[in-house]
């Protein structure tokens, strides 16, 4: 399966953003999704996850009450709508396939800026 994040770009602070996680190859449908970020000289970090059928949700802390985390498994694309966004959330995003209790296939990431 590949997966391709998109929907990233520059925003000031407090504005909104909505990346996609397109797959393609395989069916996504069967499987939970999640979404990390990797800023600039940090680790990556879980931001968000959805099960298989949308029904369960969990949130980083970080980003809980302005993110969110929905999924359209006949369009096979994950999205993460991004609202009153902050200079801290400036990272590269990556969306996930949840395999078991691993992540193992990997988007190319989408690059989101927010100025101050």
């Known amino acids: 399966v590949q997966l391709q994040a998109s929907g990233g770009g520059l925003v000031q602070a407090g504005g909104s953003l909505r990346l996609s996680c397109a797959a393609s190859?395989?069916?996504?449908?069967?499987?939970?999704m999640g979404w990390f970020r990797q800023a600039p000289g940090k680790e990556r970090e879980f931001v968000a996850t959805?099960?298989?059928?949308?029904?369960?949700?969990e949130y980083a802390d970080s980003v809980k009450g302005r993110f969110t985390i929905s999924r359209d498994n006949a369009k096979n694309t994950v999205y993460l709508q991004m609202n009153s966004l902050k200079p801290e959330d400036t990272a590269v995003y990556y969306c996930?396939?949840?395999?078991?209790?691993?992540?193992?296939?990997w988007g190319q990431g989408t690059q989101v800026t927010v100025s101050s």
């Open positions: 996930a396939r949840k395999f078991g209790t691993e992540y193992d296939y």
């Open positions: 190859g395989r069916t996504i449908s069967s499987y939970n």
């Open positions: 959805i099960s298989w059928n949308g029904a369960i949700t």
